[in-house]
Antibody, heavy 122, light 111 residues
Framework: QVQLQQWGAGLLKPSETLSLRCTVY????????WSWIRQPPGKGLEWIGE???????RYNPSLKSRVAVSLDTSKNQLSLKVTSVTAADTAVYYC????????????????WGQGSLVTVSS | QSVLTQPPSASGTPGQRVTISCSGS????????LNWYQQLPGSAPKLLMY???LRPSGVPDRFSGSKSGTSASLAISGLQSEDEADYYC????????????FGTGTKVTVL
């Protein structure tokens, strides 16, 4: 069973850099795309960005100037960095794997990390 | 502000059928396939539907999806207590150079 395990700093001050990692167990990066998604407390879901197994990225235009998603295939790790955080970046952050079956990838995410609560407060 | 609009709440008694709508535009639902997710309290979302009306392995056939034009819907038949959760539609949107967008979410309550 594929498992995504996340970790990273949970409390940041305004202007600091958010850094999260997501390790994939019992699965491969090859042939899949990977995303980060966040959810402010009590609110809905927001897609942050994605990376495919080749390293190509796409980002939410509203966050693009501050976000970087990367892969370390040697460690089966996905990373997220968000610079210059503010209180508006307070959220539960999820990593997720794009849904691919039979070698065909579809819109949607089938495996998710456990979620990491990141709080930005002075 | 999400570009996909869902009713904030829906409810039904056990065994009933509940339908959740998702309204968008030509740049999202009208151009791309739709996903539905179920999010239980304190948990990560779970993919319920892909390509508008297809269920990943393990999703009960009580859940069904449909799409027409710029709108879509998720139906839950034979409602069960464990179906009480938040439900989100989602798809790609072509505006602003493209991004994956989620609906506003619908809280389903089993009475």
């Amino acid at each position: 069973q594929v498992q995504l395990q996340q970790w990273g700093a949970g409390l940041l001050k305004p202007s600091e850099t958010l850094s999260l990692r997501c390790t994939v167990y019992n699965g491969s990066f090859s042939g899949y795309y990977w995303s980060w998604i966040r959810q402010p407390p009590g609110k809905g879901l927001e897609w942050i960005g994605e990376i495919n197994h080749s390293g190509s990225t796409r980002y939410n235009p509203s966050l693009k100037s501050r976000v970087a998603v990367s892969l370390d295939t040697s460690k089966n790790q996905l990373s997220l960095k968000v610079t210059s955080v503010t209180a508006a970046d307070t959220a539960v952050y999820y990593c997720a794997r794009g849904y691919c079956i039979g070698g065909v990838c579809y819109l949607g995410f089938d495996y998710w990390g456990q979620g990491s609560l990141v709080t930005v407060s002075s | 502000q999400s570009v996909l609009t869902q009713p904030p709440s829906a409810s039904g008694t056990p065994g009933q059928r509940v339908t959740i709508s998702c309204s968008g535009s030509n740049s999202n639902i009208g151009s791309h396939t739709l996903n539905w997710y179920q999010q239980l309290p304190g948990s990560a979302p779970k993919l319920l539907m892909y390509s508008n009306d297809l269920r990943p392995s393990g999703v009960p056939d009580r859940f069904s999806g449909s799409k027409s034009g710029t709108s879509a819907s998720l139906a839950i038949s034979g409602l069960q207590s464990e179906d009480e959760a938040d439900y989100y539609c989602a798809t790609w949107d072509n505006s602003l150079k493209g991004l994956y967008v989620f609906g506003t979410g619908t809280k389903v309550t089993v009475l």
